[in-house]
T-cell receptor, first 113, second 114 residues
């Protein structure tokens, strides 16, 4: 079963607006990662936030993590048409059962020029 | 250039015909893994490898085999492909022996099993 669930599944905004995507997960994690995927292509890592961090920034990206609610959000400020892509959260677990990275179903973002 | 390569990029085959999808990375990464991506299901991990000769099952290992004889290569083997294995496959690698750093993804292999 999927560990991460993104919300919304699809988001359409105008260029210049902010885009917020949310991710919820079910179990304790070591870290949470966000990836971007352009249609049919490989995923590109955006940002990683560890379980003891609450907020992280990278350029126009801002990620928050609330481990008590088992949720994370990705904010893209001042969006551009080139930000159109699918965005995935992935949770990394570290336990005796293994070392897996589990992805959510993704949010499809469309930024209209 | 640091990268993960996969071959082939596209493959159409028939049920039962054994195939191998190769994955290679030139970054001296410890951790490598295979995912499949299906509409509505996101990416699901098939197998992963913490290091040479160390492999473990992911979420959906049935019908797949892997090997890690060398650090740079992590081939995915379908001994007897079936139509439900039609999917987009991604190989990924990361520096540390676990998913604790960013994953570098290959460009994907689109497999169709008739």
């Amino acid at each position: 079963s999927q560990q991460g669930e993104e919300d919304p599944q699809a988001l359409s905004i105008q260029e210049g607006e902010n885009a917020t995507m949310n991710c919820s997960y079910k179990t304790s994690i070591n870290n949470l990662q966000w990836y971007r995927q352009n249609s049919g292509r490989g995923l590109v890592h955006l940002i990683l936030i560890r379980s003891n961090e609450r907020e992280k920034h990278s350029g126009r990206l801002r990620v928050t993590l609330d481990t008590s609610k088992k949720s994370s959000s990705l904010l893209i400020t001042a969006s551009r048409a080139a930000d159109t892509a699918s965005y995935f959260c992935a949770t990394a677990l570290y336990n005796n059962a293994g070392n897996m990275l589990t992805f959510g179903g993704g949010t499809r973002l469309m930024v209209k020029p | 250039e640091a990268q993960v390569t996969q071959n082939p990029r596209y493959l159409i085959t028939v049920t039962g015909k054994k195939l191998t999808v190769t994955c290679s990375q030139n970054m001296n990464h410890e951790y490598m893994s295979w995912y499949r991506q299906d509409p509505g299901l996101g990416l699901r991990q098939i197998y992963y490898s913490m290091n040479v000769e160390v492999t473990d099952k992911g979420d959906v290992p049935e019908g797949y085999k892997v090997s890690r004889k060398e650090k740079r290569n992590f081939p995915l083997i379908l001994e007897s492909p079936s139509p439900n294995q039609t999917s987009l496959y991604f190989c990924a690698s990361s520096l540390s022996p676990g998913p604790y750093n960013e994953q570098f993804f290959g460009p994907g292999t689109r497999l169709t099993v008739l």
